[in-house]
């Protein structure tokens, strides 16, 4: 079984900066992409942004240069930055992670999601 726990999702006024958090844990052997996505009311789930093992980064074109993300592989933790924080930010985040299992099969996994909300 495995888990992936967000936290940091809040409301924060416009500009503002926010960092999310999210550690996997189970029976794991390692962890290939991890990211990112958000659905807004009435939108469908987008991506926000991924990382692979190595640190390589991918954004979604509306949080380049905004946002951060970052993984510390040793705590199977993946974080996002969010800086200048504007309202159309507003959405639930999930995170999302490709795990090796201890029985060698690769499968992939949601977070519960963490709210975050813009406005002032």
């Known amino acids: 079984q495995v888990q992936l726990v967000e936290s940091g999702g809040d409301l924060v006024q416009p500009g503002g900066s926010l960092r999310l958090s999210c550690a996997a844990s189970?029976?794991?052997?390692?962890?290939?992409?991890m990211g990112w996505y958000r659905q807004a009311p009435g939108k469908q789930r987008e991506l926000v942004a991924t990382?692979?093992?190595?640190?390589?980064?991918n954004y979604a074109d509306s949080v380049k240069g905004r946002f951060t993300i970052s993984r510390d592989n040793a705590k199977r933790t993946v974080y996002l930055q969010m800086n200048s924080l504007k309202p159309e930010d507003t959405a639930v985040y999930y995170c999302?992670?490709?795990?090796?299992?201890?029985?060698?099969?690769?499968?992939?996994?949601w977070g519960q999601g963490t709210q975050v909300t813009v406005s002032s």
């Open positions: 189970g029976s794991i052997l390692g962890i290939n992409d």
């Open positions: 999302n992670s490709d795990c090796i299992l201890t029985n060698y099969r690769t499968m992939n996994y």
């Open positions: 990382i692979t093992f190595g640190g390589t980064p």
